[in-house]
């Protein structure tokens, strides 16, 4: 028999990877559109030069600065998630990105303005990064907890799911304005719409996320008073070994920095001499993120099957592989090989990592450090592969030979430091949910814990206490 309680919290399960799923589609959609339009307008507007090389070099490197305040806000949004809650630390992420993106839209050119637009333009980009350090962790938890027993990594893969989600809404609203506009109507005013429609995702994110319930086991913390003053302290202290691994493995946003930043600038920028008009490129990661919206839950539920480690270790190798052949297509203006390529390098086998981190990494550490815990350490992690793209474009900049083999290569030897690190961790996934973290956790006996999932997964068990 179902009890009222039972039905509540698969009530909130569902809310809360649809909080987590339309949370991360909105804001980042916002955290997206800004690299799109560093690939494909910046350079132009607000980083002029008689030398194209350095206009390139500016504008990714601008996309990197987010990238560079991560971890400031993974310091401070980290801590407000494990002393305030999840949910309060996810409708603040909302409004600061929400706000910043939309002023991003309201920008003076440097015709206008000079040298004072890509200043307001870097500081934009800076409360940006801050604002985003706190969504994926804290979403990531938030479903984590709230997950029924044995479904953690189908339930937490919709975090990732939000995110592919909202990077193809991303380019979805550019393709049409540069299909469309005129070139110089969209350089003018054109690129600002996307930035500017983000009222409507303050808007609409603060409806969602007020409906979910705090979890149950920040709850239980905070109940019994073991929230910590300082989270960050004691994760670093009891969980550094775990905060390393996952640096590592976050490593792996490698692979969207080749498809997406590199590979949009290397393919569109005239410079590089390619020759892929803009409305043709933006396809390629659309269809990319549209192939791995359907993926992403299918490995999270093969996740709860037969762990987390295994996806992640052969997603990160085959796509660092891959990412030659792609680089390779987009160098012999081949779009049909560019676009099947992709679809297999981001769109399929990257996702054997994408869809999993948002179980894995939380499930390395305990609850009352968990959003800190992560969060650092992945923003750690992503901020060293953001740099990236300008590191690209100066070691393999326009007019140079072999672009694809000294990028891939690069990209590869980053995979497999993830894989590897992936390799050490322990498995989590027949923890239960008060023993994650512990390093010395016995996970529980396959038959039992089959026999809880396929309960959980019929409707007959609440979470577990």
């Known amino acids: 028999m179902v009890t009222t309680r039972a039905i509540h919290d698969r009530s909130q399960s569902r809310k809360a990877a649809a909080s987590g799923w339309i949370g991360s589609a909105l804001e980042y959609y916002d955290f997206f559109i800004y690299a799109t339009a560093a690939s494909l307008i910046f350079p132009q507007i607000f980083f002029p030069s008689d030398n194209p090389t350095v206009a390139i070099v500016a504008s990714l490197a601008t996309y990197g600065v987010g990238y560079v305040a991560r971890p400031i806000g993974a ?66 938890s938030m479903i984590l907890e709230h997950a029924p027993f044995g479904r953690r990594g189908f339930y937490a893969s919709f975090a990732l799911q939000g995110v592919q989600a909202g990077q193809i809404l991303a380019a979805a609203v ?93 393919a569109v920028q005239p410079a590089y001499g390619i020759g892929f008009a803009k409305d043709v490129y933006l396809w390629i990661p659309v269809l990319g993120n549209m192939l791995a919206v359907f993926v992403i839950p299918f490995v999270g539920h093969l996740s709860d099957k037969v762990g987390r480690k295994p996806p992640i270790i052969v997603g990160a190798l085959l796509s660092g592989l891959l990412a030659f052949g792609y680089l390779y297509a987009i160098s012999i203006r081949n779009v049909p090989l560019a676009i099947m390529l992709s679809l297999l390098m981001w769109g399929v086998v990257y996702q054997g990592y994408n869809a999993i981190f948002p179980s894995f990494y939380p499930e390395l550490f ?26 690209f474009a100066t070691v393999a900049p326009p007019g140079s030979a072999n672009i694809p083999l000294t990028v891939g290569a690069i990209a590869f030897g980053i995979t497999v430091i993830a894989a590897l690190a992936a390799v050490s961790a322990r498995e989590t996934y027949r923890i239960s949910i008060d023993d994650l973290g512990n390093p010395k956790a016995v996970p529980m006996a396959r038959a039992d814990y089959e026999r809880q999932r396929a309960e959980a997964a019929n409707g007959a068990a609440a979470i577990p206490t």
């Open 75 to 140: 310091f401070v949004l980290g801590h407000w998630g494990d002393t305030h809650g999840r949910k309060t630390v996810l409708i603040l992420c909302m409004f600061l990105m929400g706000i910043s993106t939309m002023a991003v839209g309201l920008l003076p050119t440097y015709q206008q303005a000079g040298i004072l637009a890509p200043i307001l333009l870097v500081m934009l980009r800076l409360v940006q990064g801050f604002a985003v350090a706190g969504e994926i962790s804290g979403a990531s």
């Open 174 to 266: 550019f393709l049409p304005l540069a299909a469309y506009m005129p070139t110089e109507a969209f350089n003018s005013w054109g690129w600002r719409i996307p930035f500017l429609l983000s009222f409507f995702v303050i808007v609409a994110g603060y409806i969602i996320r007020r409906e979910v319930d705090e979890t149950p086991a920040f709850a239980r913390e905070e109940k019994r008073g073991e929230t910590p003053r300082a989270p960050i302290v004691q994760a670093i202290k009891l969980s550094w070994r775990d905060m390393l691994r996952v640096i590592c493995m976050a490593l792996m946003n490698v692979i969207p920095v080749v498809a997406t930043i590199f590979g949009a600038a290397y």
């Open 366 to 391: 305990p609850t009352r450090t968990r959003v800190s815990a992560m969060a650092i350490s992945q923003n750690i992690g992503t901020t060293i592969t953001a740099l990236l793209p300008a590191l």
